[in-house]
């Protein structure tokens, strides 16, 4: 069964940058899924911020494209996210999720709680 | 802003049917997926594709769609139903996931 385990800092200055990764267990990132990270700001809903595949190939939201970076290390089984010029409304719970062919995010991290604040 | 729009809250009568709703011109082209979300906990996949659940949802979780509006029907409601409820479908362009503002939904 597919795990997802979010890690990172739980506190980032503003200005700075967010740097997130997602360690996959029990299925290999080089299988045919794409690999998202998703946000859901204190007491509000879900925003989907991208998306990877093990090749590389990458989507974003274009409301955050300017600021987002996707990348996979298949050799670690892990994905990551960059989110540069944090302001405090990315304060936000961040989650890993995996897609299945055609299908939007089926399982999902526990989510990693990340605050923007000086 | 969302380009899938759902009624913010609603309310059931326990053992009582639901419809909770989700429009967006892109449902027009594009299957809707559900997802149920409890206090303090990630986001569960309730229902996918046409009219699809994962196992172990039960089958009182239904989904049906018609032109710009999608719905999850909950047949029955049961107290561990009450959860913020969210639609998910692709963009207008196809390309990107897009998530509705979320429905909590009440049993009373």
């Known amino acids: 069964q597919v795990q997802l385990q979010e890690s990172g800092p739980g506190l980032v200055k503003p200005s700075e940058t967010l740097s997130l990764t997602c360690t996959v267990s029990g299925y290999s990132i080089r299988s045919d899924s794409y690999w998202d990270w998703i946000r859901q700001p204190p007491g509000k809903g879900l925003e989907w911020i991208g998306n990877?595949?093990?090749?590389?190939?990458?989507n974003y939201n274009p409301s955050l494209k300017s600021r987002v970076t996707i990348s996979v290390d298949t050799s670690k089984n892990q994905f990551s996210l960059k989110l540069t010029s944090l302001t405090a409304a990315d304060t936000a719970v961040y989650y890993c999720a995996r897609d299945e062919p055609a299908v939007p995010p089926v399982d999902w991290g526990q989510g990693t709680l990340v605050t923007v604040s000086s | 802003s969302s380009e899938l729009t759902q009624d913010p809250a609603v309310s059931v009568a326990l053992g009582q049917t639901v419809r909770i709703t989700c429009q967006g011109d892109?449902?027009?082209?594009?299957?809707t997926t559900w997802y149920q979300q409890k206090p303090g906990q990630a986001p569960v996949l309730v229902i996918y594709?046409?009219?699809t659940r994962p196992s172990g949802i039960p089958d009182r979780f239904s989904g049906s769609s018609s032109g710009n509006t999608a719905s999850l029907t909950i047949t029955a409601a049961q107290a561990e139903d009450e959860a913020d409820y969210y639609c998910?479908?692709?963009?207008?362009?196809?390309?990107?996931?897009?998530f509705g503002g979320g429905t909590k939904l009440t049993v009373l």
């Open positions: 892109s449902l027009r082209n594009y299957y």
């Open positions: 990877i595949y093990h090749t590389g190939s990458t």
């Open positions: 594709g046409k009219n």
């Open positions: 998910n479908s692709r963009d207008s362009g196809g390309n990107h996931w897009v």
